[in-house]
């Protein structure tokens, strides 16, 4: 079935450095694929998204690109805050029509003043 | 406009027991996804229902059941409870029912003791 892999975490920058989480994922077919963010005690929240192969989604200063050629949708941002602190989520949607995602299992980001 | 509201917030049930989650989907949506998220790993994919049907469900036992109302609010229903049931669960909602717009909850935390 699908499947998506993140970087192990936790990840603990200093502010102002910058970010890099890798997904790569396993599906049949082009899923839509996106990146989520939790903060601690919410629900997910949709940081960006791609729909098909070369996209770039961009959102807040975080970027990812949907690259076919080697299945991944890195997620990345050139200067980090503090309050950007939370786990975030790479995903794919699936299903007849896109009804469900299959999430990675979440990188927990740090980031020290 | 409101977002998608859950309750209760928490919940401690013993082991055997039944237990009901429910969810007041976004104003405008007409779709329902749940999700089982246990501590450290990514959210997977229970069930989601469109118009009050279900329209896909994931590797969860029967005893893992739902229902839409008319408008649009959905219970999540587990039976038998087991430990490994112990867990954060998402709710989430949309109006076209693909894996693009939807809006989460802050989830119930349901403990099994």
């Known amino acids: 079935g699908n499947s998506v892999t993140q970087m192990e975490g936790p990840v603990t920058l200093s502010e102002e450095a910058f970010l890099t989480i890798n997904c790569t994922y396993t599906?049949?077919?082009?899923?839509?694929l996106f990146w989520y963010v939790q903060y601690p005690g919410e629900g997910l929240q949709l940081l960006l998204k791609a729909t098909k192969a070369d996209d770039k989604g961009s959102n807040k200063g975080f970027e990812a690109t949907y690259r076919k050629e080697t299945t991944s949708f890195h997620l990345e941002k050139g200067s980090v805050q503090v309050s950007d602190s939370a786990v975030y989520f790479c995903?794919?949607?699936?299903?007849?029509?896109?009804?469900?995602?299959?999430f990675g299992p979440g990188t927990r980001l740090s980031v020290l003043p | 406009e409101t977002g998608v509201t859950q309750s209760p917030t928490h919940l401690i049930k013993t082991r055997g027991q039944q237990v009901t989650l429910r969810c007041s989907s976004q104003?405008?949506?007409?779709?329902v996804s749940w999700y089982q998220q246990a501590l450290g790993q990514g959210p997977q994919f229970i069930f989601q229902?469109?118009?009050?049907?279900?329209?896909g469900r994931g590797n969860f036992p029967p005893r893992f059941s739902g229902l839409q109302f008319p408008n649009y609010s959905s219970e999540l229903n587990v039976n038998a409870l087991e430990l490994d049931d112990s867990a954060l669960y998402l709710c989430a909602s949309s109006f076209s029912g693909t894996g693009t717009f939807y809006t989460f909850g802050s989830g119930t935390r349901l403990t099994v003791v």
């Open positions: 995903a794919l949607s699936e299903g007849n029509y896109g009804q469900n995602f299959v």
């Open positions: 104003s405008g949506h007409n779709t």
């Open positions: 599906a049949t077919g082009y899923p839509s």
């Open positions: 229902y469109y118009r009050e049907e279900e329209n």
